[in-house]
């Protein structure tokens, strides 16, 4: 089960660990994907903050971080393909993962109805 950010980033967690990445909305957003900012394995993270600078040929963004948790894992995929961001947002693009701090801050994000409906 995922859900959403107003900010377009999304969270599957699975175990006690979310993986987090951009939405298919955020992406046509940004156009091409050129360069991602990964964080750094080990950092820990509140919600709100900025953990991932992408940039596209159109502009830079945020990825802003849902829940809190410290990074256990980042996509190095990303580091030579940026373009999977744009090719497979919400699967093979996802950003990092982060071991959460406080799971019921899941509770005040979107489903993916409410998501779409939000994205519209």
């Known amino acids: 089960m995922k859900k959403f950010t107003e900010d377009h980033e999304w969270i599957a967690v699975d175990g006690g660990i ?20 990964l964080p750094e394995v080990g950092r820990v993270l509140a919600v709100g903050d900025e953990a991932a600078t992408i940039e596209s040929v159109k502009a830079a963004g945020d990825v802003k971080n849902p829940v809190a948790g410290e990074v256990v894992e980042v996509n190095q995929k990303l580091v030579d393909e940026p373009s999977l961001l744009n090719s497979s947002p919400e699967a093979d693009g996802w950003v990092y993962k982060v071991k959460l701090t406080n ?16 994205a519209k």
């Open 18 to 37: 979310g993986t987090i990445g951009i939405t298919d909305f955020a992406q046509d957003a940004l156009g091409d994907i050129v360069f991602i900012e």
């Open 103 to 118: 799971p019921s801050e899941l509770d005040s994000l979107m489903d993916e109805a409410a998501y779409r409906d939000f």
